[in-house]
């Protein structure tokens, strides 16, 4: 998570979606960076509200915009799926050797998930809080020069991008079978991401 105080932003880090890549650009240009943990790092919307908002609302008397950054549910799981066939993650119980990417979206879908299908949820990240404090600017992972346009023009920045943190390449092969329950039983996520101007 990245604040910029005299902005009155704070840029949420949604996992697969890139963000560290913007952390790496902008963490000398924040008021304030958190990389870690990864459970502060990567604050949904209810954990800022609890935690984060009210140091700022209390502290400043100053209330914070958020943005974030959403990715296409296929590839947001595909992406889950291919960091974890990384070769340090051979054995390891969250890893996804010998696992499809149609029974990777299956398991997903569980009530029960098994450990290396547990990835959360984006659309409960960037689920809007009773007390109205939801995500002000969200913008599309496959939208990067919009995304890049806001921050520019907001934080009167040019920004250099480096690629981190990526998962290894590999082609995703999603049944139609799948995909058609997987769009079914997570609507709302795929709701969220096309209402994304």
Not at 51 to 65: A, G, I, Q, S, Y
Not at 102 to 112: E, I, S
Not at 114 to 121: C, E, L, Q, R, Y
Request: glycine share 4%; aromatic share 14%.
């Amino acid at each position: 998570m990245l604040v910029f105080f005299k902005e009155r932003l704070a840029f949420l880090s949604v996992p697969k979606t890139g963000t560290t890549a913007y952390e790496s650009a902008l963490r000398v240009r924040a008021d304030m960076s958190i990389s870690e943990p990864p459970m502060l790092k990567h604050a949904p919307v209810y954990r800022y509200n609890r935690f984060v908002r009210p140091m700022f609302l209390k502290v400043c008397d100053t209330e914070l915009e958020l943005m974030a950054v959403m990715r296409h549910p296929v590839s947001w799981l595909g992406s889950w799926w291919r960091y974890r066939q990384r070769p340090f993650m051979a054995g390891k119980p969250n890893a996804t050797h010998g696992i499809s990417f149609d029974d990777f979206v299956l398991a997903y879908m569980k009530g029960n998930k098994p450990g290396f299908a547990d990835v959360g949820s984006q659309f409960k990240f960037l689920e809007a809080q009773p007390n109205g404090v939801g995500v002000t600017h969200l913008f599309r992972y496959e939208d990067q020069p919009r995304l890049q346009a806001f921050l520019c023009a907001r934080l009167d920045v040019s920004l250099n991008l480096a690629r981190e943190n990526v998962s290894p390449e590999m082609p995703l092969n999603l049944s139609p079978e799948v995909e058609k329950r997987f769009r079914r039983k997570f609507s709302d996520e795929f709701d969220l991401y096309n209402s994304i101007a």
